[in-house]
């Protein structure tokens, strides 16, 4: 017994003592057996009128409200309560109802809606102070009941669509699909289904053709001042040379080949989940990861409500691999070379090149096939490659690099960190070349505009690089066009050297002297590749022997024919894989061939000896003989005249042809001797010398400009001459 100021929960006052409640009875605030508040699984009881006493719940309900049998929370874990009824079930309905997801309560969907699916925010039930229990309303809808339609938004269901929607019963989920943008009202999604127009649609046609007469003339008032400028510019001298060719900084190319297609446009956040593998791979620029389209799960309105998602439409895997730019690259050059490699999908296509899916444009990332390693870490590490898989594997590099070639692009960065592979169910291994983003396109009539300065060599690239790419870089100047062909056919050589004989090229050699010896006529070892191949098919070895030193000469000559293409599908027997241990014989490397080089130092201590047996090579090739991956691998010669190309002797140095020096200035002739006689009163001598002045006033314009655009100022300058002459009357 003890004295106190108040009784505590669970007593009551009584004159001079606290008298204990009732049992089950957690708060009496007056007479015992009146309880105020019961414990938890009780509840006040309504059968005793002259006492508020608890009572147990049903079995069934940890807590209850009201009466026994109507439960605020179910005893059974695994049971599900019905907030409506109080009832504790197996599992939610179907209809009308969904699962919350942080507990064990179907919440109710809203108003008309038949199925919804409630999303991670939801927010939990709580009991009110008076013990009833309060669920939040599921708020977005997936399928509303009949004959009601879903909002775009998908956050209530409508008997009639609103203003700029119409009703779509025939969806899979019938929904209020948007009018076209012209259109007011609508009874479909196209411009001719529109049954009012829309009042922005009319201001818009109207500033349209203001904006169109307005621009044109002053169109013709940029002209005149253009033509006056360059006769400014051409009385004070003619300008320098750039360092970059015409050809290769045409920005109206640059534009056709980044039209990127829209349909391929993805959004990294809502379309992809990054599966928390970490990095496939990094670099300086961009990194690679893994991810999962979610585009079509559940939780996605838009795939449910229109029945496709990103993997329909991009006809992609569930698992793919991302590479993103780093924010701290992304710089217009790396934005731009990222826009190249997505504007090569043309050849996606063909098995051996990587393909791409779709892009990002913010982040900017491509979303594209995912492989296991790359060619380097697969050829350099510890796993067994039989000489017929390597082979193989060269064969299908070789042929994606034969597909790039046939459309008239070359790759510009072929080595071997470059080739992606992947290990096949059945146990094959599948190859694909991949980092298109230097590649250029030579079948247009100019090439891409994005990759003109000189060449960059970095550590690993050089080991590839051919010496006139070298002499490039030294003299930091654009590689001539004529010369991308050889230089992948020679990087494709030091691929298939690293292939078949399982070993880095110029291993530990800083960048300097493998530029040196390269350009002093050295190569790899081809005992090192014609060694393993020797002791499978002495005939393989020998083509090996002599295909080689024509794919990588400085200057290429004539080869066997089908030489390369045979030498890679010559069937060779399984014997495992063969890695021999020995030593550069060019004298770039004093290490073991087989050790990883995987990166070249430029102060790495190396004995250097560039005095072979052989004369050294020249360090360029001639145009004529310029290789294409075609004639390499399934013609009698690797080179490819300069004519295969846009790139003729008939052209100036501008990239002009007479052709269309002569149709350009005939075709302005034509034009001004009709607009002279409409608009002029003179006669034959009028028309001569309108014709003949405009003549000489194109060749004066094309002095500076390209034949059309020098004739369309000229025959702008014309109009507004005869315009002044006729008014002037």
């Not at 009832?87 to 109710?108: H, K, M």
Request: hydrophobic share 40%.
């Amino acid at each position: 017994m003890s004295c106190v100021a108040s009784c505590p929960i669970g007593y009551t006052r009584s004159s001079t003592e606290c008298v204990k409640c009732a049992a089950r009875c957690a708060s009496c605030p007056g007479p015992a057996n009146a309880c105020a508040q019961c414990e938890r699984g009780w509840l006040m009881s309504s059968t005793h009128a002259d006492a508020a006493l608890c009572q147990p719940c049903a079995p069934e309900c940890a807590t209850c409200h009201e009466h026994a049998s109507r439960c605020t929370s179910c005893a059974d874990g695994a049971h599900w309560l019905l907030p409506d009824t109080g009832e504790c079930a197996s599992g939610c309905p179907s209809l009308r109802q969904a699962p919350s997801p942080r507990e064990q309560v179907c919440l109710a969907c809203s108003r008309h809606c038949e199925a919804c699916a409630p999303g991670g925010g939801m927010p939990a039930c709580t009991i009110l102070p008076g013990g009833a229990l309060s669920c939040p309303t599921v708020p977005s809808c997936l399928r509303c009941e009949a004959p009601y339609l879903l909002l775009e938004d998908g956050t209530s269901c409508v008997s009639a669509c609103p203003a700029g929607f119409f009703d779509d019963h025939e969806a899979a989920v019938p929904v209020c699909g948007p009018c076209h943008s012209s259109c007011a009202t609508c009874m479909g999604p196209g411009k001719t289904d529109c049954l009012t127009n829309s009042p922005e649609a009319s201001r818009r046609m109207h500033l349209a053709v203001g904006l169109g007469v307005g621009l044109s003339l002053l169109l013709l008032l940029v002209l005149l001042l253009l033509a006056l400028c360059l006769l400014r510019r051409f009385r004070q001298g003619a300008p320098k040379d750039s360092d970059v060719p015409d050809e290769n900084a045409t920005v109206l190319n640059t534009i056709v080949e980044l039209s990127l297609p829209g349909a391929a446009l993805v959004t990294l956040a809502t379309e992809f989940l990054a599966l928390g593998e970490g990095e496939l791979g990094s670099g300086t620029q961009a990194s690679v990861f893994a991810a999962r389209a979610i585009g079509t799960g559940a939780s996605v309105f838009a795939a449910r409500a229109i029945g496709t998602g990103v993997m329909t439409r991009l006809g992609c895997p569930e698992t793919v691999a991302i590479k993103q730019l780093q924010a701290s690259s992304a710089t217009p050059l790396h934005v731009s070379l990222l826009q190249n490699e997505i504007a090569l999908m043309l050849l996606r296509d063909q098995a051996n090149i990587v393909r791409i899916y779709g892009y990002s444009d913010q982040p900017p990332a491509i979303v594209m096939e995912r492989f296991d390693t790359d060619l380097a870490g697969l050829l350099h590490s510890e796993v067994e490659l039989s000489l017929r898989v390597r082979l193989d594997l060269a064969t299908q590099w070789a042929a994606g690099l034969e597909a790039m070639h046939a459309s008239g692009i070359v790759h510009c960065d072929l080595k071997s960190v470059n080739v992606l592979v992947a290990l096949k169910p059945d146990g094959a291994w599948h190859a694909a070349l991949g980092d298109l983003g230097v590649s250029r396109n030579l079948h247009t009539d100019r090439a891409s505009a994005l990759v003109s300065a000189g060449p960059e060599l970095n550590a690993l690239t050089v080991l590839y690089a051919a010496p006139e790419l070298m002499e490039a870089f030294r003299a930091r100047r654009s590689l001539d066009a004529a010369l991308y062909f050889p230089a992948d056919i020679y990087a494709a050589a030091i691929l298939l050297w690293e292939c078949v004989a399982r070993a880095k090229p110029w291993p530990g050699a800083p960048v300097d002297r493998v530029i040196a010896c390269v350009l002093h006529g050295d190569r790899p070892d081809l005992e090192l590749a014609t060694g393993p191949v020797a002791q499978a098919s002495p005939a393989l070895a020998q083509n090996l022997a002599d295909a080689l030193p024509l794919l990588w000469a400085a200057e290429p000559a004539p080869e066997p024919d089908d030489m390369v293409f045979r030498l890679l599908h010559l069937g060779v027997p399984d014997r495992g894989p063969s890695t021999p241990d020995g030593h550069t014989r060019a004298g770039c490397a004093d290490q073991p061939a087989n050790q990883a080089a995987s990166s070249v130092s430029e102060t790495s201590p190396v004995l250097v000896d560039c005095s072979p047996a052989r004369p050294p090579a020249q360090a360029s090739r001639s145009p004529s003989s310029s290789p294409s991956l075609e004639s390499a691998f399934t013609g009698p010669t690797r080179g490819r005249s300069p004519s295969a190309f846009p790139f003729d002797g008939t052209s100036s140095p501008r990239g002009r042809n007479w052709r269309v020096h002569l149709v350009s200035h005939l075709g302005a002739a034509t034009i001004r001797v009709l607009f002279s006689r409409i608009s002029s009163r003179g006669g034959g001598s009028a028309l001569r010398q309108t014709v003949i002045l405009g003549f000489l006033l194109d060749c004066f314009l094309s002095s500076a400009l390209p034949p059309p655009i020098s004739n369309l100022a000229g025959l702008a300058i014309h109009a507004l001459f005869m315009l002044f002459r006729r008014f002037s009357r």
